[in-house]
């Protein structure tokens, strides 16, 4: 839930000075307040909602300010840091490419550019020929409908324009990535919807517990929609809301019933691409391979780039110029992401993120025991989960989630602000080890009991 700022007056709090998280100033740093105003005056307010530290450097699995607070990380920015943050690989790459004296070159040929989509299709399933590049997540989802409506109208004329997204699902926040958004107060101010972009319920097994496929079947019926009016299905891998996945059954014969009906499947990897969820891919915890999918985030682990990979049918819809962006494969983005991928791969950092995942895990469900009715769900896989914080049956409690976050701020522990109506997200960088992860679980455990204490 949006439109909740944490408070900008310091506020004295216990010191701290363990291995991996500094606390010596009150919260936030006085000193680093003129900054934080600075942006309060200068940045719309949109931008005021994480927590008001200041990010100073950060190496590895901390943050630092220049106050004297050293953070453990529970955020990788969001999602992005998966190989750790300032990894020495990626700055000396981006510092080779700097000194190279080609900083960009539009879609003029680069080296760079031929290397990092070779790169990208080699490390992914046969069916994704092509990969296209671009800079934020949201462009790729905007060019995902794109493709999969036009696609539609080859295949099936000008009426197989439907594109079927999920309810709670994020894909940006440009016009088309928030119409394919399953938040209606995200898309209010679009006004005249296009009538063509429609949800379904997702089938996460806690807010919605039908979790068959026969209730994606019943709900397109009940909208009057037909196969032969859609031309493509955009799913997250995993909710980001709540850090959800559908069952594999589910998506096995959503798979099925897309390539039956010529329906193109995109999977939106942004968050869960690049070793998130304990694989390199999210989908393949689901045993498919979409017909495209959406890289961002992860993919490099520092500077902006994006990308979407596909069919090289679907790549290929579109004629020499039409299909392009100023800054498609910029080349020192491009040469941090091949550095990120080599770490990724060479460190089978998926492995990782799988292995304390599971410890990770096994920790939240004992804090769910304890806290039955505060915790209602404890979702996710590899190095990203999502704590439903509620209170009673299925009721979310916003206030719980932020008051928690906010206190394990004040400890050492960083996390960005809740999202949705009432998720703590987990999602530390996928070189975190097994000490660190207990670290940090035994900081939200401390932050939940005392702000229960205090009568959340
Ligand atoms: C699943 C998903 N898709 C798309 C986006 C949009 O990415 P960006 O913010 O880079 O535009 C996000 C961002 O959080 C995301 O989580």
Known sequence: MAGRSF?????AVPKVRTKYRRIVTKIPAPSTIPVLKELRDYEPISMTGQPPILWDHAEGVQVYDNAGNMWLDWSSGVLVTGAGHGRKEIIDAICAQAKKKLLHNY???????AKLVHRLVEISPKKFAKAFLLTTGAETTECAIKLMRTHGIKVGGRKKIGIVSFERAFHGRTMGSQQIGGSAAGKDWIVNLDKDIFQVPFPDGFWNEDTSFDSFLKSLKKQGRSPANIAGVILETYQGHGASFA???????LSKWCAKHKIVLTCDEVQ??????GKLFGFEHYGIVPDLACFGKG???????SAILG????MDLYPPGSMTSTHTGSPIPAAATLANIDIVMKEKLWLNAAKVGAVMEKEFLKLQKRFPSRIGSVQGKGLVFGLHMTNGHKKADFDLAFRVVERCIEKGLLMFAPVGACTIKICPPLITNKEQALDGCKILEEALVEVLAEGA
């Open 107 to 113: 879609c003029f040929p680069s080296a760079e550019r």
């Open 311 to 314: 069919r090289k049918d679907l």
């Open 7 to 11: 408070s900008m007056t310091p506020r």
């Open 272 to 277: 869960a691409g690049f070793g998130r969820t």
């Open 299 to 305: 993919i490099s682990s520092s500077l902006p780039i």
């Open 247 to 253: 069952p594999k059954a589910y998506m096995q014969k």
